[in-house]
């Protein structure tokens, strides 16, 4: 059974970096991508960016240059750091599988997502 589980959310300071992690199990972890999103509550998701299988990755405008992320295949794992964190970054943030071929035509087939981790940031 295929699962992502997203850590590494919680209160974070503004200026501050927040590091995200999505620990997957249940697929062959290097054959996939994965995609970043976060989603503010009654406001549509929003995607941030991705990283196919390849290592090649894309960013949204909604990362704002401020959004790396990364994949670890011997830990069937990837990343999310954020820079500079504003308070309007405050969301849940979720990971999901990506089969993009191209990183530029990511998000759209995101079979698999894991629960989410909220970010809040706040002084």
């Known amino acids: 059974q295929e699962q992502l589980v997203e850590s590494g959310g919680g209160l974070m300071e503004p200026g501050g970096t927040l590091r995200l992690s999505c620990a997957t199990s249940?697929?062959?972890?290097?054959?996939?991508?994965i995609s970043w999103f976060r989603q503010v509550p009654g406001k549509a998701r929003e995607a941030l960016g991705c990283?196919?299988?390849?290592?090649?990755?894309y960013y949204t405008d909604a990362a704002m240059g401020r959004v790396t992320i990364s994949r670890d295949n011997s830990k069937n794992t990837a990343y999310l750091q954020m820079d500079n964190l504003k308070p309007e970054d405050t969301a849940v943030y979720y990971c999901?599988?990506?089969?993009?071929?191209?990183?530029?035509?990511?998000?759209?087939?995101?079979?698999?997502w894991g629960q989410g981790t909220q970010v809040t940031v706040a002084s």
């Open positions: 249940g697929f062959t972890f290097y054959y996939f991508g």
């Open positions: 990283i196919i299988a390849d290592g090649n990755t």
């Open positions: 999901a599988t990506e089969r993009a071929i191209n990183a530029r035509y990511c998000f759209v087939t995101n079979d698999f």
